[in-house]
């Protein structure tokens, strides 16, 4: 505990030191698909801005965004924003990577980022990717511990980008601890189709899994229905630690978030430094990309011996003792 | 896991999540049959769901939380009736062109729900919903029991409402008119059937429908409220009514194909047959799809006047 306690103390440290306060003003604009307040993807970008907003003050850090934005409509808002002298412009989602590309080659002196993806964009294009098989791993571990049916359940919403990363780091976390336990993968086939969530976490309960986690908005709705078995032992681990605030949380054992800000620190160090772009940055544990909570009020299910494991992992991920091969998972 | 033990799970989740898309598509199938198609019905079930929610969440700590689902429920139709009185108003009054008109009530309903819910909820939440009301006896039936017997009261509604609208279609004078100023207007019109009427009440009865569907998925599916909820279901909805030739019983068959497949793909992904999961995915709309093309007369058997506005002064 006091390790990890060092180790986090010293990352917040260093990224405390690494990033200075703009020296201009930098205007900032954000594009979502869904809601600033979503409590999911979109949410956690916003809320990201918003905190280096409170950080370096208003005067020097100015944000708007646009929410429910298709990409054929976020072209619109993009130009806009262009035209107002927005230095950066983020396109949060890789549904926009077409729009971005071609935006970026019209307005070459704007900083354009999107994610998650980890391809090398253009002069004046970032990317993102968070490293989220690093929070999957850790929540496999958890799962891998709790259960007593030695059957898991992953609501999956697409098997790509960053949900298909924490997926494969789950399932590696699951098998480090508990080489017995399978884990029954299933996916909606959408980001946001609560309803079918649920529909898929009934599945999977009704086929034996007792824990379960999922990524995307619509774990929200898969939450809701691993709520509905109150008196089961039945639990959920989170890849967004709002979770932890809906009244459905007596559930969720632990919840891992995004922690955007440091994406956002660099974009605008990186632009005020003169790169307008062409890297891939990433989100981790060890840059301050992820946040990592467990719940305390879950009761005696998170028993001590599980959370100093997990925190054991967390530890070894965030000094980069442990790698996960997320790749080697088909 | 045997055999019989997956197809009662499969049908288990299946059943119950039929129950949307049969109420919105029975409210379709009497739109259609008036010879009206109203594609705002996925923007009706946002906001019958988001009304539905409203009361649940409210009320939830207070002394009217028993009755906060039946308000809900209450104002879901409600809303429904409106939405349909303004799309009649739209299609039947001013004749604009019932396609665009649909997507435009569409894209209102899904726009002011979501706006409303993020004005007087802010995110996503759930809320108790409806329980579910085991009929004594009949739900200790072995294995039908728990799949038919053991449903929320609108599930129950819900199919009974099938033989309810054949018998209202078929057999009582205000289905032959339905059904007349559908199929020929003009006739139904000479014979002293007011059209614009007829087709008003069914655009009405078509979207209260469609918004107990929005409230069967914020209240008895999901039991909560977020942005997306209908999720393309109310288009489904529209497909259905073609799928099921303009009749209940075809239409609940319908609803029923769609939804265990649905719940089938999901468990044979659970079940860890290693396939691409994209196909499982596509697997409800691919069936769909077959049944409808390869069942003979499913679209020459539909109203002939569906689609086309009424204008009685018009010279024939």
Redesign the interface.
């Known amino acids: 505990m006091k390790r990890f306690l060092c180790v986090l103390i010293a990352l917040c440290l260093i990224a405390g030191a690494a990033f200075a306060a703009p020296k201009t003003k930098v205007k900032i604009a954000l594009i979502v698909e869904?809601?600033v307040?979503?409590?999911g993807w979109c949410q956690s970008m916003h809320d990201a801005i918003t905190a280096v907003q409170k950080k370096y003050g208003t005067a020097l850090v100015e944000y708007s965004y646009s929410e429910?934005m298709k990409p054929v409509d976020a072209g619109s808002a993009a130009r806009q924003y262009v035209a107002k002298g927005f230095d950066i412009i983020i396109c949060h989602g890789a549904q926009y990577k077409n729009l971005v590309l071609e935006m970026a080659d019209d307005f070459p002196k704007t900083t354009f980022a999107f994610g998650t993806s980890g391809e090398i964009g253009p002069k004046n294009v970032f990317t993102y990717m968070p490293e989220s098989e690093e929070t999957g791993y850790i929540n496999g571990i958890i799962a891998g511990l709790v259960t007593r049916t030695n059957k898991i359940?992953l609501v999956g919403p697409v098997?790509g980008g960053d949900a298909a990363r924490y997926n494969r780091g789950f399932i590696l976390g699951v098998k480090a601890v508990n080489p017995n336990a399978?884990v029954?993968?299933?996916?909606?086939?959408?980001f946001?189709?609560?309803?079918?969530a649920?529909?898929?976490a009934?599945?999977?309960i009704?086929?034996?899994?007792d824990v379960l986690t999922g990524s995307a908005?619509q774990a929200?709705?898969a939450l809701?229905a691993v709520?509905?078995y109150k008196d089961k032992p039945i639990w959920w681990l989170g890849q967004d630690t709002?979770q932890l605030k809906?009244?459905?949380s007596y559930k969720v054992i632990a919840a891992a978030s995004y922690a955007y800000a440091a994406v956002v620190e660099q974009l605008i160090d990186k632009r005020q430094s003169g790169v307008l772009g062409g890297e891939v940055i990433p989100l981790n544990f060890a840059n301050g990309g992820f946040i990592y909570k467990f719940n305390d009020n879950v009761g005696p299910v998170l028993t001590a011996d599980i959370r100093k494991q997990a925190e054991k992992a967390l530890a070894d991920i965030t000094a980069s003792k442990l790698t996960i091969a997320w790749q080697s998972v088909k | 896991m045997n055999i019989l033990t997956f197809v009662v799970n499969v049908l288990s989740i299946g059943i119950p999540f039929s129950v949307a898309l049969l109420l919105a598509s029975t409210g379709e199938m009497f739109n259609q049959r008036a010879g009206v198609f109203n594609l705002g019905c996925e923007g009706i079930m946002s906001m019958g769901a988001f009304l539905a929610f409203m009361p649940a969440h409210l009320l939830q700590n207070t002394s009217l939380a028993p009755y906060a689902n039946l308000i809900g429920i209450a104002a879901a139709i409600a809303i429904g009736a409106l939405f349909g009185l303004l799309f009649a108003l739209v299609t039947v009054t001013f004749r604009a062109p019932q396609g665009i008109a649909g997507i435009g009530l569409h894209m209102f309903g899904w726009g002011v729900a979501g706006t409303l819910f993020r004005y007087f909820v802010g995110g996503v939440t759930g809320v108790p919903g409806l329980k579910n009301l085991p009929i004594p006896l009949l739900s200790r039936i072995p294995i039908i029991g728990p799949l038919l017997f053991n449903l929320n009261g609108l599930a129950y509604a819900a199919f009974i409402l099938v033989p309810a609208s054949w018998y209202i279609l078929f057999k009582t004078p205000w289905g032959l008119k339905v059904r007349a100023v559908g199929t020929y207007p003009r006739a139904a019109d000479t014979m002293g059937v007011n059209v614009s009427r007829t087709r008003y009440q069914a655009l009405v009865a078509g979207g209260m429908l469609a918004g107990l569907a929005g409230a069967y998925l914020s209240l008895g599916q999901a039991k909560m409220f977020a942005d997306d909820i209908v999720a393309g279901r109310g288009f489904i909805a529209v497909a259905l009514v073609y799928f099921g030739r303009w009749n209940p019983y075809l239409i609940l068959g319908g609803s029923l194909l769609f939804s265990v497949a649905q719940s089938f793909q999901l468990a044979i992904q659970v079940l860890g047959i290693r396939f691409p999961y994209e196909f499982a995915v596509m697997l409800p709309y691919v069936l769909v799809i077959v049944v409808l093309a390869l069942t003979p007369g499913s679209v020459t058997r539909g109203p002939a006047e569906l689609g086309k506005p009424f204008d009685r002064e018009k010279r024939v």
């Open positions: 869904s809601t307040d979503d409590k429910k359940g098997d399978v029954q993968v299933a996916y909606t086939g959408s946001g189709d609560f309803v079918k649920a529909e898929l009934h599945t999977q009704k086929a034996g899994a908005q929200l709705g809701r709520a509905e709002e809906v009244p459905e």
